[in-house]
């Protein structure tokens, strides 16, 4: 069974999602931790889920570097198989993405390696493509620039904001990283060697 520990910063209508389907027994990956960089509203479905959970405020730190060390510390408490960021709207520090890579992984709401960043909906519909859509990605130093896993394209509408976008593309997240982390958890994806926990 594949331990996951979920990040997340708001919502957490695709941790929702993953909860879901960790909740059927046949799904071969559990989550067992949920962390947040705030008192995000999506750590309701920790307590929903029985599920324990952590807040390391951003804003309580220095520093990036300090952030991250703190967050690091609180994973390797319960030292999951696999890190997933979805919808954690800060960049993580070279040191954390070390410590966990490769087996740190991403949701993005467009089509990588066009519109990385923390705007990926609006800047897609400031552009005028006529389709942009989501992606699942390794995390390595960049914003968005590590290996990608799985995407899908997702059309814009004429009459889109970016709200209804938005809300047509998270579905789709949702059934990558469901796939994804299932992928991960029967070996059909292989992310290769995490580094022995320091
Ligand atoms: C997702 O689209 C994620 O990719 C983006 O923010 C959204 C998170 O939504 N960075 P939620 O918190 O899962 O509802």
Known sequence: MLTVAVLISGTGSNLRALLDAAADPGYPARVI???????????????????????????AFDSREAWGAELDAQL????????????????????????????????????????????????????????????????????????????EHVPVLPDDTESSLHARIKPVERRLLIDVVRRIAEGDLDLGARPQPH
């Open 33 to 59: 931790l949920i962390g947040a960089d705030r008192e995000a509203e999506g750590l309701a479905h920790a307590e929903a889920f029985g599920i324990p959970s952590f807040v390391v405020p951003w804003d």
């Open 76 to 151: 390797q408490v319960w030292k999951p198989d696999l890190v997933v960021l979805s919808g954690l709207m800060r960049l993580l520090p070279p040191a954390l993405v070390q410590a966990w890579a490769p087996r740190i992984i991403n949701t993005h709401p467009a089509y990588l390696p066009s519109f990385p960043g923390a705007h990926g909906v609006r800047d897609a519909l400031a552009a005028g493509v006529a389709e942009t859509g989501a992606s699942v990605i390794v995390v390595d130093d960049g914003v968005d620039s590590g290996p990608i896993l799985a995407q």
